[in-house]
C-alpha cells in the first residue's frame, strides 16, 4: 500500500480542474481514470459550449479537454496521472483499491475527490436490449471518438439537450434522424438545438414515446405511440419507423457507489438525477476528506463540473495544509461562477435540487448528534 | 460503417489492425476499441444475455454496462467497448458467463 496526498478519481472536466487547482494549492496530487485517456466525455463533444469565458465558453468540448489535460501535463511535478486506472473500492480510511489490467495496489490517500460522472438512464420499452439500442454516449462516442456511425437511420428518444445535440451531431456525421420523440407534451433542450433539427426536417413529436422496437439480431424497426394527458398510450396512434438504430436520450444518474460503499451518505433527489452525495458547500462529503463534484455530485453539465471541480480541487487542498494564498477569494469566484450558470431554467432545476440535498444534509447532521 | 467525410472531425485513414473474430480474419484501424472495430466492420451482436441468450450489442461505450463482455485472447468478459485493438487479436463471442479454465 502507497501513501497519496490526494487522489483524484475520475479524469473528465471536474477530476482535471480538480487536480489542477489542488496542485496550484500545492497539494501532490494522483489522478485515475478508467478509460484509455484522460478527458473523460469532453472528448466526444463536438459543439461549441456556453458559459463565460472562465468556463472556455466558445469553444468546443474536445478542445476544452485538450487544454485541461495541458494544464494538467505542465503541472508533472505535482499531478501524477494513471490511465486504464479503475478505482474498484473506497474504505472509510480512505483507503482505494486500483485496477489496471492484472494489477491490484492500494492507495491510503489524506483526502479524495471523487469525480467519477454519470451512467445513462434506461427506459423500459419491449425489445430495449436488442442490439442498435444506445445510450446518447454512447452514439457519440462511437461516433466523435472512432469515426464509427451507429446506423443508417436513427430514432431518438428524449428532447433534452443532450437528445437534440447528439441528433444535430447524427446529421453532421451523415445519419438520417427519423424522429425526435418527447414523451413530455414540450421540448425539453434548448430552442435553439431544437431549432437547427427543424430547419433540416427532423420533425420532434411531443407526447410520444416508444412502444417497442422490433427485429432479429438487430433493430429492424422501431414503433412509438402518443400519450395522453395522464402519459398513457393512445391506442390507435401507433406508427412505426424503418430505423436500424434508436439512441435513448432520457437523462442521467450520479455514480455515487464509490461514496455509498464507504458509508457516505446519499438521497434520492430527482432534481439531480437520482441518488446523490449529501455535500457541504465546499463539495464534502458526510465522510471526512472526501470530496465530490461534477455529475457524480448531481446532473448538470460540464461547464459547471469543471468549477465545481476547482472548487472541490481548493478546498481538499486547503484540508491537507495547503490553503491557496487566495483560497477565500477564489472559492467566492466559484460559487458566483456557478450562480451565474444556474441562473437560468435548467438552472432552477439544479437549484431545487441542491435545497432538497440540503435540507437532508442538515436532518442527517442532527441525527448524527 | 464509418465516417469518410465529417465537418468538424478529421477522421483521415488510419493504419489497418487485423484480428479475428470467432476465427474469421478482420481489420480495424488504429485506435479503435475492439467494440467500434466490430461495429465498423457491421457485427453488431457482441454477446448474449445468460439465461434467454438474447443478443446484446453495447449500449453505453464507456465500460458501465457489461452489455459488450466478449471472449478476448482466451480471457473472457473483457469490456470490449474500453479494450483497445491490438494486432492479431482473438475476438470470440461468448456464451454465458465466461470461465477462465
Redesign the interface.
Known amino acids: 500500500m502507497t501513501r497519496q496526498e490526494l487522489l483524484v478519481i475520475g479524469g473528465g472536466p471536474a477530476g482535471l480542474s480538480a487536480a489542477i487547482a489542488a496542485a496550484d494549492a500545492g497539494a501532490k496530487v494522483l489522478l485515475v481514470d478508467?478509460?484509455?485517456m484522460l478527458g473523460g466525455?469532453l472528448v466526444k463533444q463536438?459543439h461549441k459550449f456556453f458559459g463565460s469565458e472562465k468556463q472556455y465558453a466558445k469553444t468546443?468540448g474536445f478542445d476544452i479537454a485538450k487544454l485541461l489535460i495541458a494544464d494538467v501535463l505542465q503541472r508533472s511535478d505535482r499531478i501524477e496521472t494513471a490511465t486504464g486506472t479503475?478505482a474498484v473500492a473506497l474504505y472509510p480510511d480512505r483507503v482505494v483499491t486500483l485496477v489496471k489490467g492484472e494489477q491490484y495496489r492500494k492507495v491510503a490517500a489524506d483526502a479524495v475527490v471523487i469525480a467519477a460522472g454519470a451512467?445513462?438512464k434506461?427506459l423500459a420499452f419491449e425489445n430495449n436490449?436488442?442490439?442498435?439500442?444506445?445510450?446518447a454516449?454512447?452514439v457519440q462516442?462511437?461516433?466523435?471518438v472512432?469515426?464509427?456511425?451507429?446506423?443508417?437511420r436513427i430514432l431518438m428518444i428524449g428532447s433534452g439537450n443532450i437528445g437534440l445535440i447528439v441528433s444535430y451531431q447524427l446529421m453532421?456525421?451523415?445519419v438520417d434522424v427519423a424522429a425526435v420523440v418527447e414523451a413530455a407534451p414540450t421540448i425539453g433542450g434548448y430552442k435553439v438545438h431544437a431549432a437547427k433539427l427543424a430547419r433540416l426536417g427532423v420533425p420532434i413529436l411531443t407526447s410520444t414515446t416508444i412502444l417497442r422496437a422490433e427485429g432479429k439480431?438487430?433493430v429492424e424497426k422501431a414503433v412509438t405511440v402518443g400519450l395522453d394527458a395522464c402519459w398513457n398510450p393512445i391506442p390507435g396512434t401507433e406508427q412505426s419507423h424503418d430505423v436500424d438504430a434508436v439512441c435513448v436520450a432520457v437523462g442521467l444518474s450520479p455514480l455515487h457507489q464509490l461514496v455509498s460503499m464507504a458509508g457516505g451518505k446519499t438521497a434520492y433527489i430527482p432534481e439531480l438525477g437520482g441518488f446523490a452525495p449529501l455535500l457541504t458547500a465546499e463539495h464534502e462529503t458526510t465522510l471526512a476528506n472526501v470530496f465530490c463534484a461534477g455529475d457524480a455530485a448531481g446532473i448538470e453539465e460540464a461547464s459547471s463540473a469543471m468549477v465545481e471541480g476547482r472548487l472541490a480541487g481548493y478546498a481538499a487542498a486547503k484540508r491537507l495544509g495547503h490553503a491557496h494564498p487566495d483560497y477565500d477569494a477564489l472559492v467566492a469566484d466559484c460559487h458566483a461562477q456557478l450562480d451565474t450558470l444556474r441562473n437560468g431554467p435548467f438552472g432552477r432545476k439544479t437549484l431545487a435540487g441542491i435545497e432538497k440535498m440540503n435540507e437532508k444534509l442538515r436532518e442527517a447532521c442532527r441525527l448524527a448528534q | 460503417?464509418?465516417?469518410e467525410?465529417?465537418?468538424?472531425?478529421d477522421?483521415a485513414p488510419k493504419k489497418t489492425i487485423p484480428f479475428t473474430y470467432d476465427g474469421r480474419p478482420m481489420a480495424g484501424r488504429e485506435?479503435?476499441?475492439v467494440a467500434?472495430a466490430l461495429?465498423?466492420a457491421g457485427v453488431?451482436?457482441?454477446s448474449e444475455?445468460i439465461k434467454k441468450h438474447?443478443?446484446?450489442?453495447?449500449?453505453?461505450?464507456?465500460?458501465?454496462?457489461s452489455?459488450c463482455h466478449m471472449t478476448v485472447d482466451g480471457v473472457p468478459n473483457v469490456k470490449t467497448?474500453?479494450t483497445?485493438l491490438v494486432e492479431g487479436m482473438d475476438v470470440r463471442s461468448q456464451a454465458g458467463r465466461g470461465s477462465l479454465s
Open positions: 478508467r478509460a484509455p466525455q463536438t468546443r479503475t451512467s445513462e434506461f436490449d436488442l442490439p442498435g439500442i444506445y445510450g454516449g454512447a462516442t462511437l461516433m466523435n472512432y469515426g464509427v456511425l451507429p446506423g443508417k453532421q456525421a451523415g439480431e438487430a | 460503417m464509418r465516417i467525410q465529417h465537418p468538424i472531425l477522421f485506435g479503435d476499441t467500434a461495429h465498423a453488431m451482436k457482441l444475455s438474447r443478443p446484446r450489442g453495447f449500449w453505453c461505450a464507456i465500460g458501465n454496462c452489455s467497448c474500453v483497445p
